[in-house]
């Protein structure tokens, strides 16, 4: 595998990270252009987006950024390579180099991929790697709903 850390996403890489966003992601938060999804990124504070390549196919991608006086993150990793370890490998990159992470995590399993498949809650995946689940706090908006993991050192 092959491992990209940056700032700033290069234009090909934004556009694989879209694709995979949509493909990967529930469907409702799909986003319909590169410059759509830009708009998105750039609300984000301090961005550092970390890559993975298995030879050309882009395996995995996290970004942590600054929200409300937090480190947040998203991630997603391709679903033709889940279960080999991408996902914990990018989590912790980022914990060896945050203090605390926060994410919103989808909690149920009402979403549907672009696809037509079933989007499956990650939850049991953040609580096996040490991420505690803050149930108060949720999130709900029009395109999800989700419940707040945090993680500290």
């Known amino acids: 595998m092959i491992q990209q850390a940056r700032t700033e996403l290069l234009a ?3 556009k694989a990270v ?3 966003w949509n493909n990967e992601y529930p469907a409702s938060l799909n986003y319909k252009d590169v410059d759509a999804f830009d708009e998105f990124l750039s609300k984000m504070g301090s ?4 890559l993975l390549f298995d030879k050309q196919l882009l395996a995995g991608w996290i ?3 600054d929200r409300d006086g937090e480190r947040w993150f998203s991630i997603i990793v391709n679903s033709q390579l889940q279960g080999k370890g ?3 490998r990018l989590i912790e990159l980022f914990k060896a180099e945050e203090e605390h992470l926060c994410g919103w ?5 009402d979403y549907i991929k672009l696809d037509g498949s079933p989007y499956n809650s990650p939850l049991t995946f953040y609580t096996k790697l040490g991420f505690e689940l803050i149930e108060e706090e949720r999130y709900k908006g029009d ?3 989700a419940v707040k993991v945090y993680w500290e050192k």
Do not use: A, N, Q, Y
């Open 12 to 14: 090909i890489e934004k």
């Open 18 to 20: 879209l694709d995979l």
């Open 47 to 50: 961005p550092r987006h970390k």
């Open 63 to 65: 970004v942590t950024f």
């Open 86 to 88: 991408i996902g914990k």
């Open 105 to 109: 995590v989808v909690d149920h399993e």
């Open 143 to 145: 395109r999800l709903s």
